[in-house]
């Protein structure tokens, strides 16, 4: 799915808290990423993945903290994965994923005020 937008190919210099209104296409190719945010087990997943022991988990670590069924926890999965978000990683018959730090650092340099940023990055 090339089409998909990531959080890398979103938020490439695009804010909606810039200097400048954000363009039509850069709106739309960021609310495709923070779309992939905006559900409750996405979010859950995010943060059960994040606060693992080894900093990843596999579907079948994630179905009952989650109470959600395999194909629902592995449909999430691929949505955050697809937004760039998560990593994917194949072992064996299982796969296992892990958190994009980049990834999520720009969905939150993005969201802050350009004033309030911690790193300035030149345009």
Same mark, same amino acid.
């Given at each position: 799915?090339?089409? %998909? ?5 979103? !938020? !490439? ?6 200097? =400048? ?32 022991? =080894?900093? =990843?988990?596999? %579907?079948?670590?994630? !179905? ?8 629902? %926890? ?5 949505? +955050?994965?697809?937004?760039? +978000?998560? =990593? ?10 892990? +958190? %994009? ?8 340099? +993005?969201? !802050? ?11």
């Amino acid at each position: 799915m090339a089409d %998909v937008p990531t959080a890398k190919t979103a !938020t !490439t210099a695009i804010s909606p808290l810039a200097d =400048e209104p954000i363009k039509r296409a850069d709106a739309e190719r960021l609310a495709g990423v923070l779309k992939a945010f905006a559900d409750p087990a996405r979010l859950r997943l995010l943060s059960l993945i994040q606060s693992a022991p =080894e900093g =990843e988990a596999s %579907v079948s670590d994630l !179905t009952a903290p989650l109470g959600l069924s395999q194909p629902t %926890v592995s449909h999430h999965l691929r949505i +955050l994965a697809e937004a760039g +978000l998560l =990593e994917r990683e194949k072992r064996g018959v299982w796969a296992y994923y892990r +958190l %994009v730090p980049s990834a999520i650092a720009a969905i939150a340099d +993005l969201l !802050t005020p350009p004033g309030k940023r911690a790193t300035k990055k030149a345009r």
